[in-house]
């Protein structure tokens, strides 16, 4: 049997960047937007808000640090999309070098 794809819709109706199929342990995902504010949990087709106040999450200016991510992904036994984890690792490293995406130019971002 093939894995069904589908496309996931936050809240305020953007796709999620969610590169598999839904598992049924779950997948951490985020929107597919560089201004991505939330976590989500892909599981059996459904879709869920990770509480953003959870304390065992670390984040910096609300951008959760990858390495506290996947301890909690891990003892939730939850997966992270690569693309999500991609998306997290680039901008936590932006906020905690305190570099601007504004000023890279937004003519250069497509």
């Known amino acids: 049997m093939k894995s069904e794809k589908r496309v996931y819709l936050s809240d305020r109706n953007v796709p999620l960047a969610f ?8 997948t951490i ?7 991505w504010h939330d ?3 892909v599981k059996n087709n459904a879709l869920y808000r990770i509480d953003a106040d ?3 999450l670390l984040r910096h200016k609300g951008i959760p640090n ?4 996947a301890k909690y992904a891990r003892q939730h ?12 690792v680039g901008r936590f490293t ?3 070098r305190g570099i601007d995406i504004a000023e890279i130019g937004d003519d250069l971002l497509a």
């Open 19 to 26: 590169s598999g199929s839904a598992t049924l342990i779950g």
């Open 66 to 69: 990858p390495a506290s991510l």
């Open 39 to 41: 976590l989500f949990l």
């Open 94 to 96: 932006l906020e905690t």
């Open 29 to 35: 995902s985020v929107e597919a937007s560089s201004d």
């Open 77 to 88: 036994g939850y997966e992270i999309d690569a693309w999500t984890m991609q998306m997290i």
């Open 54 to 56: 959870d304390e065992t």
